[in-house]
């Protein structure tokens, strides 16, 4: 797969209700994803964005729809020198603080989505969305 020719990589778009069983497509996808690149990406490294995408995603299924109804959005765009994937929601969007989280916060259930995905690619932002929710995107460079 390559680049188009501004540069841009095709990106690959995946829809998902937001509840938990259905996070699995998502890692399925970039799996498959994976095998398009040149030699397919290593193991750990394959293992490595599986982790940082179900956690990405676990924060807008968990947060994003206090009503329980929603969709989360996947975008992955394979360049030959990195991945970028995006996970975004409509829901009541999410920004996080700067701040360190003290241990109370990290011993209770979740907390640590964010620095495991921060731990684990090479670039993070979050954002707000214009039209509500949150943009999560992580970028992992496939070369050294």
């Known amino acids: 797969m390559s ?35 040149d030699g397919g990406f290593p193991p750990e490294v394959l293992g490595d964005l599986k982790l940082a995408l179900t956690e990405a995603c676990t924060n807008s299924v968990r947060h994003a729809y206090a009503e329980g109804m929603g969709s989360v959005e996947i975008v992955y765009e394979l360049y030959p020198d990195r991945l970028v994937v995006v996970v975004a929601d409509k829901g009541g969007g999410f920004v996080p603080s700067g701040r360190k989280l003290d241990e109370d916060e990290l011993t209770e259930e979740g907390g640590l989505g964010i620095a495991i995905i921060e731990a684990l690619s090479d670039e993070l932002e979050i954002t707000q969305r214009d039209a509500g929710g949150s943009h999560l995107r992580f970028v992992k460079k496939l070369t050294a």
Not at 16 to 27: D, F, V
């Open 3 to 37: 680049a188009g020719g501004n540069g841009h990589a095709p990106a690959i778009r995946l829809t998902i209700p937001a509840k938990p069983e259905y996070i699995t497509l998502g890692r399925l996808a970039l799996t498959g994803l994976s095998r398009l690149h």
